[in-house]
Nanobody, 116 residues
Framework: QVQLVESGGGLVQAGGSLRLSCAVS????????SGWFRQAPGKEREFVAQ???????YYADSVKGRFTISRDNAKNTVYLQMNSLKPEETAVYYC??????????WGQGTQVTVSS
């Protein structure tokens, strides 16, 4: 019902920046509530950032001050601006949409590789 497609990943040197995009398509229902997660090799998936339907924003402590989540409702696109990237942040980054009480819809992920 809801399709999410991430883009913008790639290879970046430590200290560099990337902006990820998440295009949302298909029928949406309920509150527009978006988030970004990441999963590094051999690691569990972790929360990165979210923006609620009313614009409330919350970040994982590890990315505060460096990452910015935003959205353009007219373009149905969610963004994650990532600055001062660290090698340990190499991961597949996923966009997700929350529906009711769970993160129900997920994109395919985009690879972010931070070299040292």
């Amino acid at each position: 019902q809801v399709q999410l497609v991430e883009s913008g990943g790639g290879l970046v040197q430590a200290g560099g920046s990337l902006r990820l995009s998440c295009a949302v398509s298909g029928r949406t229902s309920g509150i527009y509530h978006s988030g970004w997660f990441r999963q590094a090799p051999g690691k569990e998936r972790e929360f990165v950032a979210q923006i609620s339907w009313f614009g409330g924003i919350y970040y994982a402590d590890s990315v505060k001050g460096r990452f910015t989540i935003s959205r353009d409702n007219a373009k149905n696109t969610v963004y994650l601006q990532m600055n001062s990237l660290k090698p340990e942040e190499t991961a597949v980054y996923y966009c997700a949409q929350r529906s009711d009480s769970s993160w129900r819809y997920w994109g395919q992920g985009t690879q972010v590789t931070v070299s040292s």
